[in-house]
């Protein structure tokens, strides 16, 4: 029996005991879909993150807010697969807090299983000695965790909000204007060039709000309000298929709590969300 607590995920769901708890072993019958593992220090204790290849069958997986009355033995093991998404987003005393470390346990996990080999010169990389890092014994470039950062708005105008539909996402519901910061700019610039690419506005008054981890595989999210200044919606069709004004009390289907869009859209980050 080991003493550290086992960060197991498979894509981005996290597997959890029958008591909602982190395992301390790894279950014998998931020994063999394991890809790559890493030891480290998640809230304050030894622990050991492990990576699964995606075969969850997506009917086990719990999504939904845990209240502890979900049946708790799928796959024939003694627990369940949780979404991080739900983690993030959940108000439980006992799940809240594993959000923050188990995001820093599969972000790690995504870079160490993508980052094998040097990108100078194609050699097998080997563990940084006394970082979190990898490094190449052949002309010994150093390669640290990567995240990308990406921005996320909220636009409003006269008391609505801009949601749209993203073509290559989920159809079926409306989130905010996102994407990735470019080399060069300014996150705000970032803001207001994605705004102008995927809808044909323009917008002012860009302010931070907050931001959050999202390791899907390696993203942190830095999120905005701003303010409509001129243009009217005009969908790109390649990333976004439809835009709307809406009326913050009557929304369409969107992103579920715990997401950095439900935050905005809610205003839980910051002040100034109402306007
Ligand atoms: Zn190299």
């Given amino acids: 029996m080991s003493n550290k607590f086992y960060y197991i995920f498979r894509s981005s769901e996290l597997f959890l005991t029958k008591d909602y708890t982190l395992p301390t072993s790894l279950p ?5 879909s394991v890809i790559d593992s890493l030891d480290l220090v998640l809230s304050g204790r030894a622990a050991h993150a492990v990576l699964l290849r995606d075969e969850v069958p997506r009917d086990s ?3 939904a807010s ?5 049946s708790a033995s799928v796959d024939g093991l003694d627990g369940s697969w949780i979404r991080l998404r739900a983690l993030t987003g959940s108000e439980d005393p006992v799940l ?4 923050a470390p188990a995001c820093r346990a599969l972000g790690l996990l995504n870079w160490h299983n993508s980052t094998r080999f040097c990108g100078r010169c194609g050699h097998p990389l080997e563990e940084h000695h006394s970082e979190i890092a990898r490094r190449c014994p052949s002309c010994n470039h150093v390669f ?3 995240i990308s950062p990406a921005i996320i708005v909220l636009v409003r105008k006269e008391g609505k909000i801009l ?3 993203h073509a290559a996402r989920n159809q079926e519901v409306f989130s905010c204007i996102a994407g990735f910061l470019e080399h060069g700019e300014s996150l705000e610039e970032c803001v207001a060039r994605e705004v102008r690419e995927e809808v044909g506005i323009s917008v002012k008054n860009v302010v931070y709000a907050g931001s959050q981890s999202w390791p899907y595989p390696d993203q942190h999210m830095v999120a905005f309000y701003a303010d409509w200044a001129s243009g009217e919606i005009t969908p790109d069709l390649a ?3 439809e835009a709307r ?3 913050p009390d009557n929304l369409p289907n969107s992103p579920m709590r715990g997401t950095v869009a439900w935050n905005l859209i809610h205003g839980v980050f910051g002040a100034s969300s109402k306007k």
């Fill in 245 to 247: 004004w809406f009326d």
């Fill in 61 to 63: 997986i719990v999504s």
């Fill in 66 to 70: 845990v209240s502890g009355s979900h």
């Fill in 163 to 165: 949601l749209a539909r």
């Fill in 239 to 241: 990333e976004i298929s």
């Fill in 28 to 32: 014998e019958s998931l020994a063999d």
């Fill in 144 to 146: 640290y965790p990567r």
């Fill in 96 to 99: 809240a807090p594993l959000s």
